[in-house]
């Protein structure tokens, strides 16, 4: 296992990836680069449909708060999307400045810039409603509950949000790489959502074991099911219990919630997988001191489902690839992980996801490990949502056009639903939801 680094090096590794500007002149200056396209090619590839043009117009002129107000209105995670979000492929990588070859706007950066001094000042944007007498229970404080929770608190309804874990903010608070978003930062989000009242988060509450979907559809009004994707996928290959490997989604939880230097990282890693979840296990590995972290993708650079700005992340940081491989086996040698056999893969004909599916090639090949970290894929809580009589696809929920569900009044959103994406995508499943909850109560939008 790996020699511990020291506290000071501990800090520096996982300090902020994309710090904020400095002084206001900074953000000024770059507000003044954005051309305020009339069509907005930024705003129409944000999920959310955040008014970038006006935003950051209203920066340019000062108008920090009324710029707040833009993000917040289309997206009240706005402040942790500005740090999370994979802009490359969304607003910036839209940015009109790309087509001249010149760097986008750093309109993440930007945004960053005016929620944090919202969230930071405690800024009241927002009035709630008068209570209507309305009850609304959502289920998971993840981005999908907590933005479901303040769209219908807003209208005067009252929620009580029941979340399994001890904090809200779901896998921005426990999933995301430490370099994003520290703890203190998701929380402030979370207490700066809840501030506008009508939001009662009920802790270390677990559907399926504390309450029941019945009993809550009898209690409240409506119910929005917001409760994500929860379990690793298995790899089902001979060895995989051994002591040393490990899944990605229980890694990276450890690691947003101890100490770093309690953390157990072996000195050889392999991660399996070319996902986000791969990257943020690969590079938060080699920044608690892995000396060697091999990603293992069984198809080629083309294929892969991370972005090249992820990719250049892990490249970056040191970590090594093995593309067109497959694990095999993994071995061990006295109750010690020491070896993982992988399986040489070629493309075939494209499959289900339109992409070339690997094929075996029967060549096989060995890297020496002392940890593998499993991360290919989460897979949806099948056994509670079956069990609750929600109608899924293998666990993931199935809703109508309302955000509703196959049961009466009950809505769901976010990575429950569609599997897994961004905090972003979830967020406006959140406001989808709450939409379809204030249609179905009959209360304006
Ligand atoms: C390792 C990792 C890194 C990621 N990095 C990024 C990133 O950099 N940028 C990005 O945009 N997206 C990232 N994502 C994806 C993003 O985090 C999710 O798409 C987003 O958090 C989904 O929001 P959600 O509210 O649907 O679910 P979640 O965030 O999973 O929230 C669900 C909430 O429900 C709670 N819950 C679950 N079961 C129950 C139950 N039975 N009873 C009560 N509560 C329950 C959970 O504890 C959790 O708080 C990452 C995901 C992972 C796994």
């Not at 002129?61 to 740090?83: D, H, P, V």
């Not at 010149?102 to 008068?130: D, G, N, V």
């Not at 979907?213 to 917001?226: H, I, P, S, T």
């Not at 995508?425 to 939409?435: E, L, P, R, S």
Request: with cysteine.
């Amino acid at each position: 296992m790996s020699e511990y680094l020291s506290a000071e090096e501990l800090k520096q590794h996982f300090s902020d990836i994309h710090p904020p500007f400095e002084h206001a002149e900074g953000a000024i200056l770059e507000a003044n680069r954005c051309i305020n396209c009339y069509d907005a090619p930024c705003t129409k590839s944000c999920p959310t449909s955040i008014d970038v043009p006006l935003f950051i117009k209203q920066i340019s002129s000062g108008n920090i708060k009324g710029s707040a107000r833009t993000i917040f209105s289309s997206n009240i995670m706005g402040g942790g999307c500005s740090k999370v979000c994979p802009v490359e492929k969304l607003c910036e990588g839209a940015c009109v400045y790309n087509l001249r070859e010149e760097e986008p706007i750093s309109i993440a950066k930007l945004q960053r810039y005016s929620t944090e001094k919202a969230i930071h000042e405690k800024w009241s944007l927002f009035e709630r409603k008068p209570s209507n007498g309305k009850k609304v229970a959502v289920v998971g404080a993840g981005p999908a509950g907590l933005a479901c929770a303040h769209a219908l608190s807003l209208e005067g309804i009252d929620v009580t949000v029941f979340e399994k874990e001890g904090k809200g903010g779901g896998l921005m608070t426990y999933g995301v790489a430490a370099y994003k978003v520290t703890p203190e930062s998701c929380q402030d989000e979370v207490d700066y959502i809840t501030s506008i009242g009508g939001i009662d988060i009920q802790y270390n509450k677990e559907l399926g074991k504390d309450v029941t979907l019945a009993g809550l559809q009898k209690e409240f009004d409506a119910v929005f099911v917001g409760i994500g994707v929860g379990v690793a996928r298995e790899l089902n290959i001979p060895g995989e219990n051994l002591k040393g490997v490990v899944d990605a989604i229980s890694f990276i939880y450890d690691l947003r919630t101890n100490d770093y230097s309690k953390i157990t990282v072996g000195d050889k890693v392999a991660v399996i997988g070319m996902g986000m979840t791969a990257i943020d296990a690969a590079t938060q590995s080699k920044r608690l001191g892995a000396k060697e972290v091999t990603m293992i993708y069984r198809r080629t650079e083309q294929e892969k489902p991370c972005t090249d700005v992820e990719l250049d992340l892990a490249k970056l940081d040191g970590c090594l690839f093995e593309w067109l491989a497959s694990p095999k086996e993994i071995i061990g040698e006295n109750g010690k992980l020491k070896k993982l056999v992988c399986s040489k893969m070629k493309l075939g004909e494209p499959d289900s996801s339109g992409r070339r599916a690997p094929v075996d090639t029967g060549e096989i090949f060995t890297i020496e490990v002392d940890m593998i970290i499993k991360a290919a894929g989460q897979i949806p809580f099948e056994e509670l949502v079956s069990g609750s009589a929600l109608q899924n696809k293998g666990g993931k929920i199935s809703i109508n056009t309302s955000g509703e569900t196959n049961l009466k009044g009950v809505f769901a959103g976010g990575d429950a639903v569609n599997g897994g994406k961004e905090v972003v995508d979830a967020v406006q499943a959140g406001k989808d939801g709450a939409k379809g909850i204030l249609q179905y109560l009959k209360l304006s939008y």
